[in-house]
Antibody, heavy 117, light 107 residues
């Protein structure tokens, strides 16, 4: 059974940094497309970032230049480095895996990031 | 960027009702559309991909149709477990855009 488990969320002050992790089992992070999707409290889903199997990365306009997606093949783990955090980055962050490509077959349980002073 | 617009935002229905949710894309996305169901406090669950293909384990009362810019998700006979929020998502480009969601609530 595929499992994606996020960690690293928490309370952080505006302007500070945080790194999220997503550990995968029964699903190879480096062989598939992986994304981060977030959901602000009471709001809808927002795609944040994508990494292709080949390593190409993409970002939503709202986070480009501040967030970096990466992966560690040896640990089968996906990361999201979040810098210069803003109040509007407050959300539950999900990692999501694409088995075929384009849509999200697998989701983690989410990790809450709260940006507040 | 491709924008996705769902309607309605909220839908009140009863068990047994036929429910239809519409999703419109700001430009043609062929059939590159997925639908998800999300319940409070839970991660989304894939229901349909490529506009009309049912994901594994999804009940046959769910169906999807459409191509180009207009898509629909239909639940033929609403069950108690189906009260949730539904999202469409396009994958015509690298940018995976979601609709704003449709909440199906008890009438």
């Amino acid at each position: 059974e595929v499992q994606l488990v996020e960690s690293g969320g928490g309370l952080v002050q505006p302007g500070r940094s945080l790194r999220l992790s997503c550990a995968a089992s029964e699903f190879t992070v480096s062989s598939n497309y992986m994304s981060w999707v977030r959901q602000a409290p009471g709001k809808g889903l927002e795609w944040v970032s994508l990494i292709y199997a080949a390593g190409t990365t993409y970002y939503a306009d709202s986070v480009r230049g501040r967030f970096t997606i990466s992966r560690d093949t040896s640990k089968n783990t996906l990361y999201l480095q979040m810098n210069s955090l803003r109040a509007e980055d407050t959300a539950v962050y999900y990692c999501a895996g694409e088995w075929v490509g384009g849509y999200f077959d697998f989701w983690g349980q989410g990790t809450l990031v709260t940006v507040s002073s | 960027d491709i924008q996705m617009t769902q309607s309605p935002s909220t839908l009140s229905a009863s068990v047994g009702d036929r429910v239809t949710i519409t999703c419109r894309a700001s430009q043609s996305i062929s059939s590159w559309l997925a639908w998800y169901q999300q319940k409070p406090g839970r991660a989304p669950k894939l229901l349909i991909y490529k506009a009309s293909t049912l994901a594994s384990g999804v009940p046959s009362r769910f169906s999807g149709s459409g191509s180009g810019t207009v898509f629909t998700l239909t639940i033929t006979s609403l069950q108690p477990d189906d009260f949730a929020t539904y999202y469409c998502q396009q994958y015509n480009s690298y940018s995976r855009t979601f609709g704003q969601g449709t909440k199906v609530e008890v009438k």
